[in-house]
C-alpha cells in the first residue's frame, strides 16, 4: 500500500521560496501507475490543487500559480517536490500531496505539512 | 476553468437521518470524472466516491453519488456519529482540477 509522508520548513518569510518534498514508500514513484499531485488548502478555507508531476518529468501547473512553482521529481529517491516563489501571507496553508491514478480521483494522500508564510 | 458550487453551505441534522448534498458544475463534467472526498478536522481528506458514483475502497454503502453533466448529488443514507464532517467534490475531467467550497455536516 502506497504511503506519502511530507517535508519541509513550517515556517517561511515573505518573498522567499517555499520547499516541501513528498516521500513515497511502499510502491515505486516510477510504476507509471500515478500523476503525483500537490494540493493546498488555507487555514478555515477549500482546497486548491497546485499541480502534478509525471515519473518522466511532465508536469501540469494551476494557471493560478503557474508563473511562481516548479514540481520536479528524484526516482532515485522516490521523491517529488514542490517549489513556490515569492511567497506572501496568502501562501499559508496546509500542503498536501497525492497520487493521482491516470483517469481517476485523488485516492491517496499525505497526513499534509502546515505552511506559515511569515516574517 | 469549471467552478464547482456545493450547497447547502451546512447541513444539520441528527445521527440516523439522510443527507443530501450537491454539487453543481459551471460546465459539463466530461465523463462524469466527479469525485466526493470526506474531510475530518485535522485530517487529510479521504476518497469516497469516484466517477460520479462508485465508491471507494471501503466506503460503505451508506455513501452513494449520483448525477452527469453539471448536476452530482452526495447521498447518505443514515447518518453515523462518524459522518459528521467537511464534504468537497471535486471534478479530474479538465484542467485545471478544481473543488468545490464544502458542505459542513453537523450534528443538529
Known amino acids: 500500500q502506497v504511503q506519502l509522508q511530507e517535508s519541509g520548513p513550517g515556517l517561511v518569510k515573505p518573498s522567499q521560496t517555499l520547499s516541501l518534498t513528498c516521500t513515497v514508500s511502499?510502491?515505486?514513484?516510477?510504476?507509471?501507475?500515478?500523476?503525483w499531485s500537490w494540493i493546498r488548502q488555507p487555514p478555515g478555507k477549500g482546497l486548491e490543487w497546485i499541480g502534478y508531476?509525471?515519473?518522466?518529468?511532465?508536469?501540469y501547473y494551476n494557471p493560478s500559480l503557474k508563473s511562481r512553482v516548479t514540481i520536479s521529481v528524484d526516482t532515485s529517491k522516490n521523491q517529488f517536490s514542490l517549489k513556490l516563489s515569492s511567497v506572501t501571507a496568502a501562501d499559508t496553508a496546509v500542503y498536501y500531496c497525492?497520487?493521482?491514478?491516470?483517469?481517476?480521483?485523488?485516492?491517496?494522500w499525505g497526513q499534509g505539512t502546515m505552511v506559515t508564510v511569515s516574517s | 476553468e469549471i467552478v464547482l458550487t456545493q450547497s447547502p453551505g451546512t447541513l444539520s441534522l441528527s445521527p440516523g437521518e439522510r443527507a443530501t448534498l450537491s454539487c453543481r458544475a459551471s460546465q459539463s463534467v466530461s465523463s462524469s470524472y466527479l469525485a466526493w472526498y470526506q474531510q475530518k478536522p485535522g485530517q487529510a481528506p479521504r476518497l469516497l466516491i469516484y466517477g460520479a458514483s462508485s465508491r471507494a475502497t471501503g466506503i460503505p454503502d451508506r455513501f452513494s453519488g449520483s448525477g452527469s453533466g453539471t448536476d452530482f448529488t452526495l447521498t447518505i443514507s443514515r447518518l453515523e456519529p462518524e459522518d459528521f464532517a467537511v464534504y468537497y467534490c471535486?471534478?479530474?475531467?479538465?484542467?485545471?482540477?478544481?473543488f468545490g467550497g464544502g458542505t459542513k455536516v453537523e450534528i443538529k
Open positions: 508531476i509525471y515519473y518522466s518529468g511532465s508536469t
Open positions: 497525492a497520487s493521482w491514478p491516470a483517469g481517476d480521483a485523488f485516492d491517496i
Open positions: 471535486q471534478q479530474y475531467g479538465s484542467f485545471p482540477l478544481t
Open positions: 511502499g510502491g515505486s514513484i516510477s510504476s507509471g501507475d500515478y500523476y
